[in-house]
């Protein structure tokens, strides 16, 4: 069946401008992750979806940074006035249930200029 | 706070080695340990590794997990250039999934 899939796969933007990344999980999965992922480091934690909430949003790194998965499948992943420092790949994942196998999208690689 | 160390950071050899990657790791209520490799963007699973000493085993790629020393090997045998990829270990806990920095392999011909 079809994986999970990220749209666009690539952003550039502006310092200050508004960006919303997409992601379309595996179908049936009802657990969804957003990670960021600099260059030279592995994947970082950001937040995590049960269904059409928000189970653990620890790992937003501020306010600019918000996410939302109003019917329980697909997930927006929303930064207000971005800046320099946001330039990342933004990765999605799903696993069936929490705690199982995650499986990625192809992630959207973020410029912000 | 869940940690994940992976060593060697980075590691060149050619085409037919053998090669033995290692990830360590600190976690509060482990369930389970997975690798995934890295080529572009999307990591791809590899193994889910969650009992000590059974070794799971996919072509040239094989894994074991030892829960007393807290640590898994990644084993590559006779690399080919298309092993050359960013392999992560990650481990499944109380902060849900915790990833290390990756070791970057290539395999030169």
């Known amino acids: 069946g079809a994986g999970v899939s990220q749209t666009p796969s690539n952003k550039v933007t502006e310092k200050g401008k508004y960006v919303e990344l997409r992601c379309d999980p595996i179908?049936?999965?009802?657990?969804l992750y957003w990670y960021r992922q600099s260059l030279g480091q592995g994947p970082e934690f950001l937040i995590y979806?049960?269904?059409?909430?928000?189970?653990?949003d620890s790992g937003l790194p501020n306010d600019r940074f918000f996410a939302v998965r109003p019917e329980g499948s697909v997930s927006t992943l929303k930064i207000q006035r971005t800046e320099r420092g946001d330039s990342a790949v933004y990765l999605c994942?799903?696993?069936?249930?929490?705690?199982?196998?995650?499986?990625f999208g192809p992630g959207t690689r973020l410029t912000v200029l | 706070e869940d940690k994940v160390v992976q060593s060697p950071l980075s590691l060149v050899v050619h085409e037919g080695d053998t090669v033995t990657l290692n990830c360590s790791y600190e976690?509060?209520?482990?369930?389970?340990l997975l690798w995934y490799k890295q080529e572009k963007k999307a990591p791809t699973f590899l193994f889910m590794l969650?009992?000590?000493?059974i070794e799971k085993k996919s072509g040239r790629l094989s894994s074991i997990l030892d829960k007393k020393e807290l640590f898994s090997i990644l084993n590559i045998t006779a690399t080919q250039t298309g092993d050359s990829a960013v392999y992560l270990c990650?481990?499944?806990?109380?902060?849900?999934?915790?990833f290390g920095k990756g070791t970057h392999l290539i395999i030169q011909p």
């Open positions: 994942a799903s696993s069936l249930r929490p705690k199982d196998t995650q499986y």
């Open positions: 179908s049936g999965h009802t657990a």
């Open positions: 979806f049960q269904g059409t909430g928000a189970a653990d």
């Open positions: 976690v509060t209520n482990f369930r389970s």
């Open positions: 969650t009992s000590s000493g």
């Open positions: 990650a481990v499944i806990g109380a902060d849900g999934l915790t």
